[in-house]
Antibody, heavy 123, light 112 residues
Framework: QVQLVESGGGVVQPGRSLRLSCAAS????????MHWVRQVPGKGLEWVAL????????YYADSVKGRFTISRDNSKNTLYLQMKSLRAEDTAVYYC????????????????WGQGTMVTVSS | QSALTQPASVSGSPGQSITISCTGT?????????VSWYQHHPGKAPKLMIY???NRPSGVSDRFSGSKSGNAASLTISGLQAEDEADYYC????????????FGGGTKLTVL
């Protein structure tokens, strides 16, 4: 069964750090690029970051660039999102998502999503 | 303000057809065939309905179809059913010195 399970969310004070994890199973994790997407409560979905299948390239939304780092450990089938200097506006449900295929053209549509982990930034 | 523009809401009766628009620019929607559509029921994971403008993943009903003209893409749902009531989001690839994915603001579909 193809599955993504996020963890690591919680309540954190502004300016602090948090690391999210996404455990993958049921597919060849090391063959796929991976994304993080978030949804602020009551608002729409927002793309956050992308890493290549081998971690050789990373791309970020302007809203998180310089504060968030996406990474992966293919030996553990796990994707990470290190979040620093957190702000109230980073409060959201964070999803990891898998592209529907291996190739570059396939990277831009996400066919497998986790259930999400909630991050609340509040003092 | 979202990068891609969608109507905030649309509605239709069971059996009818509706279309949701998604407007971008020549640097995203109009420049590439990497437009996708997602169905999102609150509290659940989003579901991919259309990829690369008009392709349906296996298992998605053929009542869902996608198209594009210029800088605007569209999702059409025919034969509306109660379970289609959800939020729908479009996305597009954008490359302008860096790569990213743009989401639309989302459209709430109400089945009357």
């Amino acid at each position: 069964q193809v599955q993504l399970v996020e963890s690591g969310g919680g309540v954190v004070q502004p300016g602090r750090s948090l690391r999210l994890s996404c455990a993958a199973s049921g597919f060849s994790f090391s063959s796929y690029g991976m994304h993080w997407v978030r949804q602020v409560p009551g608002k729409g979905l927002e793309w956050v970051a992308l890493t290549w299948y081998d971690g050789s390239n990373e791309y970020y939304a302007d809203s998180v660039k310089g504060r968030f780092t996406i990474s992966r450990d293919n030996s553990k089938n796990t994707l990470y999102l290190q979040m620093k200097s957190l702000r109230a506006e980073d409060t959201a449900v964070y999803y990891c998502a898998r592209p529907w295929g291996y190739d570059y053209a396939d990277y831009w549509a996400f066919d497998i999503w986790g259930q999400g982990t909630m991050v609340t930034v509040s003092s | 303000q979202s990068a891609l523009t969608q109507p905030a809401s649309v509605s239709g009766s069971p059996g009818q057809s509706i279309t949701i628009s998604c407007t971008g620019t020549s640097s995203d929607v109009g420049g590439y065939n990497y437009v996708s559509w997602y169905q999102h029921h609150p509290g659940k994971a989003p579901k991919l309905m259309i990829y690369e403008v008009s392709n349906r993943p296996s298992g998605v009903s053929d009542r869902f179809s996608g198209s594009k003209s210029g800088n605007a893409a569209s999702l059409t749902i025919s034969g509306l059913q109660a379970e289609d009531e959800a939020d729908y989001y479009c996305t597009s690839y954008r490359s302008d010195g860096t790569l990213r994915v743009l989401f639309g603001g989302g459209t709430k579909l109400t089945v009357l």
